[in-house]
């Protein structure tokens, strides 16, 4: 069942001729998200005849530009350390507070982060298939200067990154580079001067109507601010670059209107702080990432955003929790044992109504690995529901139900775990006992293609229990509380199936 990931997302041309352009906003470190997103995009056979990145984005750039597919970007990003991006400045520099620039130093990213990423700025500056852009901003002159890959090296990578307060700016020739992103933080208008007809953006950056405080949430709001007051600026001046093409003006050489595909989180993503803290994981951001692209693909308009709209929107974030399964097991696949590990997150994204639903159902990421099926494939959608079967009694049933894809087959996962069925009393049998079917969704009906169960060792249902995460919570009573609460509600289901 093994599909090729190694379909380009860059050619010179596209098959419908239709000019597209990929734009990588920043976002911290959190844009492992942008990987996930992009895989979606390569299994939809879109590909793109420029790219512009700019701050967090360009080190996805980056790595496409040296190489890497992005399956293994992914796996890239999974594996990444986010120790090895801490660097400090020498002593010195603190001891001067008032004139110290920046909180660290960009040696980790330079020396450990670039390696591990694969991001090599020779073959970067090699590349050649199509126009591909950076984005530094110009302290002097308070403007973005784009740059071509054919002028990167690791010293402007960096400073395109380097965000006031966080890494001291790159002095070079008489110049300040730094980070755009309290200017703008997506490129779109290179896009367009470049000719696109087609722009794809994948936003990393929050977008919430709350105003919320504390010292490094108004930091990342003003920068949110910034970025999203600019990307809308800039989608009413491509609205109006419409009504010129409409009218038989095309300054840039368009020849149809300009549509954007708008790729984002539907609530802001963690911040970097929770990933330095094991509140959150890249491999969780990617998943995400393939989620949201390949809901957005299936449900696209093909006319894209309304671009007199706040078009990287975002519901608020209310309090939740995330938690993670990790299982390996054997399913029976045409008479043969064939071994599965399954990496599941379960996003409940308002507690509130989870607690309060008749059927409380939460969303799923994650992915489904195994060699006898072809290797890796990520959940396109998944949803987690909690039944209570009235025709059984207080039996209660924890059931998955997944979409898996690699751009070339779809699988659909059924599992549950059913509490205090008929076959007996015990609770923890119950609880570590996943019954799995999966079924192949490739023809026109489903096809049942494998079954079996995986068993839960204590040791790794301590793991799950452990892996519970506050999410949107005001900080660390808030989260307890939270994790408490979700407990307590989980608890209380199992108690009463087994004690109705």
């Not at 980056?62 to 990003?77: A, F, I, V």
């Not at 007809?197 to 910034?226: C, D, F, H, K, T």
């Amino acid at each position: 069942m093994a599909a090729d990931r190694n379909r380009s997302l860059t050619s010179a041309s596209s098959a419908d001729g239709i000019k597209r352009s990929l734009v990588l906003p920043g976002g911290g470190m959190r844009l492992s998200y942008q990987a996930g997103a992009m895989l979606a995009m390569q299994e939809a056979g879109i590909s793109f005849q420029h790219m512009d990145a700019t701050s967090g984005g360009s080190l996805n750039l980056s790595m496409l530009l040296s190489g890497l597919s992005p399956l293994q970007m992914c796996q890239r990003w999974r594996s990444l350390n986010m120790a090895d991006s801490i660097a400090f400045l020498p002593l010195e520099n603190y001891l001067d507070i008032a004139e110290l620039e920046a909180s660290g130093s960009g040696d980790g990213f330079v020396e450990s982060v670039y390696p591990h990423l694969g991001i090599d700025c020779q073959r970067i500056r090699q590349f050649d298939d199509i126009p591909c852009t950076y984005n530094v901003l110009d302290f002097g002159e308070k403007q973005v200067r784009v740059l071509s890959n054919h002028e990167m090296d690791e010293q402007l990578l960096l400073a395109g990154m380097s965000l006031p307060g966080v890494f001291p700016p790159l002095r070079r020739d008489g110049d300040i580079l730094l980070d755009t992103g309290f200017l703008q933080d997506a490129n779109v208008a290179a896009a367009v001067r470049q000719g696109a007809e087609e722009i794809w953006l994948i936003w990393g950056l929050g977008n919430s109507p709350e105003y919320r405080g504390g010292a490094l949430r108004l930091y990342v709001q003003m920068l949110e601010m910034a970025a999203n007051g600019a990307l809308n600026r800039d989608m009413q001046w491509i609205d109006e670059i419409n009504q010129g093409i409409a009218h038989g003006y095309s300054p840039y050489g368009q020849q149809r209107a300009i549509r954007v595909h708008v790729i984002k989180p539907f609530y802001p993503l963690p911040l970097d702080p929770d990933l330095y803290l094991g509140k959150v994981d890249h491999a969780t951001l990617v998943e995400m990432g393939y989620a949201d692209a390949k809901q957005y693909l299936q449900r696209r308009d093909e006319f894209g955003a309304d671009l007199r709209s706040n078009v990287t929107a975002m519901k608020v974030l209310r309090p939740g929790v995330r938690f993670q399964e990790q299982l390996a097991g054997n399913l029976s696949l045409d008479g043969d044992a064939a071994a599965v590990e399954l990496n599941l997150t379960v996003h409940v994204e308002d507690l509130d109504q989870f607690c309060a639903d008749a059927i409380p159902q939460a969303r799923v990421t994650g992915r489904l690995t195994s060699a006898a099926l072809g290797g890796e494939m990520l959940v396109a959608h998944g949803v987690f529901q909690l039944l209570r079967d009235s025709d059984a009694g207080a039996q209660r049933r924890l059931v998955y139900e997944l979409q898996l894809e690699d751009g070339e087959h779809r699988l659909q996962l059924f599992a549950q775990r059913i509490l205090h069925d008929d076959a007996g009393f015990d609770m923890w049998s119950d609880i570590s006992r996943l019954q799995m079917e999966l079924f192949s969704l490739d023809g026109q009906s489903r096809q049942s293609l494998a079954k079996g169960e995986l068993q839960q060792g204590l040791k790794t249902f301590g793991k799950v229990l452990t892996s519970v995460r506050a999410t949107g919570g005001g900080g660390v009573v808030d989260d307890a509380l939270q994790v408490a609460r979700f407990g307590r509600f989980l608890m209380g289901e199992i108690y009463d199936s087994y004690h109705s």
